[in-house]
């Protein structure tokens, strides 16, 4: 099955939580904290790879998490980081935010890595916090949380030329006949369900990868026939070989088709619809008046097309067509991209925890708390020791926390609920 678009949800690695330990040897008097550090948890990363072809795999599986960091523990040892988890996907395929539509990378070389959700920082031991006032800190830092990010992916084909037309056109046959793939072709509409590949190696020249596009019909780019889905795979293309039916055999005006088919690329994107683009008259040997051939070259022409006259079946006009494909690829070069790729920095990731912003709502006589940085908080808090529960308390108040309740006419004796834990407030 040819899948080439996928969602996923990815959960990177969370950091692990600093350690609260305190060294207890016979002949080290006085010994003092020593926790350590919490491990970095695993980031995800994507990297091409040549030896997958299709999106398949993810429709199956669309949850990826990555190992989170180990806590920290005694004798100053920080726990072990979360390996990172590596997601293979084919050569050509681009990653999106789902959130923000934003495109994050396109892995389109072999072995290409990008990291695409980070894992979060461990947090720090208790032997940071021991001060000249507190010297047995019975609380550490908690972990932060690694990013959790649903993407989309889209596999576009690398192809150097594109073969787009109506259906039952030829494409099918011209891939066949100028490569060594295996393309199924009948004498029917959408015979060709999936776009196909094959490396042309004319004569002497360089090679090249050209790409049948199937589902071209007029109102493909609002969903009819097979849609626009299909229609991606032409945009990293240079040029684009435009397939008519010359002879009319369907009932159809070449002309009317070749119109109705750059309409569509024009509907889809501006920037694909101005790719090079020549023409290639197919199915001649079905005719038996070549001069209704002549008059179609010379109206397309006029409108500035290059115009070959073939026949896929028969071979007629093949090597005229391929080696004026092969000059043009050598004119062309690289073509901007179709999409635009707003650079991502693949920094250490520290997430905006927006420290200061919480809400509170009253629900059932219960103020309930919520803000970004109180599952870290509580996350370093020791509830059963009062050094760490007062740690807790200062940070509530630094925070504005108590300020905003008494705001709200909070009583002593009232139950406030931050995350799981839950309390009775006095002032």
Same mark, same amino acid.
């Given at each position: 099955m040819f899948v080439d678009k996928a969602e996923i949800i990815l959960i990177a690695g969370n950091g692990g939580h600093g350690g609260v330990s305190f060294r207890r040897e016979k002949y080290v008097p006085m010994g003092g904290p020593d926790g350590?550090?919490?491990?970095? =948890? $695993?980031?995800?990363?994507? %990297?091409?790879?040549? $030896?997958?072809?299709?999106? %398949?795999?993810?429709?199956?599986?669309?949850?990826?998490?990555?190992?989170?960091?180990?806590?920290?523990?005694?004798?100053?040892?920080?726990?072990k980081s979360g390996s990172e988890l590596i997601i293979k996907v084919p050569v050509g395929t681009i990653i999106k935010d789902k959130e923000t539509g934003q495109v994050l990378c396109d892995l #389109?070389?072999?072995?290409?890595?990008?990291?695409?959700?980070?894992?979060?920082?461990? =947090?720090? =031991?208790? %032997?940071?916090?021991?001060?000249?006032?507190?010297?047995?800190?019975?609380?550490?830092?908690?972990?932060?949380?690694?990013?959790?990010?649903?993407?989309?992916?889209?596999?576009?084909?690398?192809?150097?030329?594109?073969?787009?037309?109506?259906?039952?056109?030829?494409? #099918?046959?011209?891939?066949?006949?100028?490569?060594?793939?295996?393309?199924? &072709?009948?004498?029917?509409?959408?015979? @060709?369900?999936?776009?196909?590949? $094959?490396?042309v190696e004319w004569r002497d020249y360089k090679t090249f990868v050209i790409a049948d596009i199937p589902g071209l019909i007029e109102g493909a780019h609002e969903g009819t026939g097979l849609g626009d889905q299909f229609l991606r795979h032409v945009e990293r293309t240079k040029l684009l070989i435009h397939l008519l039916d010359a002879s009319g055999s369907e009932g159809r005006d070449p002309l009317e088709d070749f119109t109705a088919i750059n309409v569509e690329l024009e509907k889809y994107n501006k920037k694909l619809a101005q790719r090079v683009q020549i023409v290639a008259l197919n199915k001649v040997d079905l005719m038996l008046e070549l001069d209704k051939v002549d008059v179609l070259?010379?109206?397309?022409?006029?409108?500035?097309?290059?115009?070959?006259?073939?026949?896929?079946?028969?071979?007629?006009?093949?090597?005229?067509? %391929? #080696?004026?494909?092969?000059?043009?690829?050598?004119?062309?070069?690289?073509?901007?991209? &179709?999409?635009?790729?707003?650079?991502?920095?693949? @920094?250490?990731? @520290?997430p905006d925890f927006k420290e200061n912003q919480f809400t509170i709502e009253k629900i059932d006589e219960v103020f309930e708390v919520e803000g970004e940085f109180l599952e870290r908080l509580i996350n370093s808090v020791n509830f059963e020791d009062l050094d760490s529960i007062g740690f807790f308390q200062r940070v509530l108040k630094d925070k504005g926390v108590f300020t905003e309740l008494e705001s709200m006419n909070i009583q002593d004796g009232d139950f406030v609920r931050l995350h799981e834990v839950e309390f009775e407030y006095f002032k």
């Open positions: 350590g550090h919490g491990g970095y =948890g $695993g980031s995800i990363v994507f %990297m091409a790879d040549q $030896g997958y072809r299709t999106l %398949m795999e993810f429709k199956y599986k669309r949850k990826h998490k990555a190992e989170n960091g180990e806590n920290g523990f005694g004798g100053r040892s920080a726990g #389109s070389l072999d072995g290409q890595k990008f990291t695409v959700a980070h894992g979060g920082r461990g =947090g720090r =031991g208790n %032997m940071d916090f021991a001060t000249p006032t507190r010297q047995a800190p019975r609380f550490a830092q908690g972990g932060i949380k690694g990013e959790e990010k649903t993407v989309i992916l889209e596999l576009k084909l690398l192809a150097d030329v594109g073969l787009i037309g109506f259906p039952n056109v030829g494409k #099918s046959t011209l891939l066949s006949v100028v490569t060594k793939a295996k393309p199924k &072709i009948a004498n029917y509409h959408f015979t @060709t369900l999936i776009p196909n590949l $094959g490396v070259k010379t109206k397309l022409e006029a409108l500035g097309y290059e115009v070959f006259i073939i026949s896929a079946v028969t071979g007629l006009g093949l090597d005229k067509l %391929m #080696s004026r494909v092969v000059l043009l690829l050598d004119e062309i070069g690289e073509v901007e991209p &179709i999409f635009d790729i707003e650079p991502v920095a693949e @920094t250490l990731y @520290t």
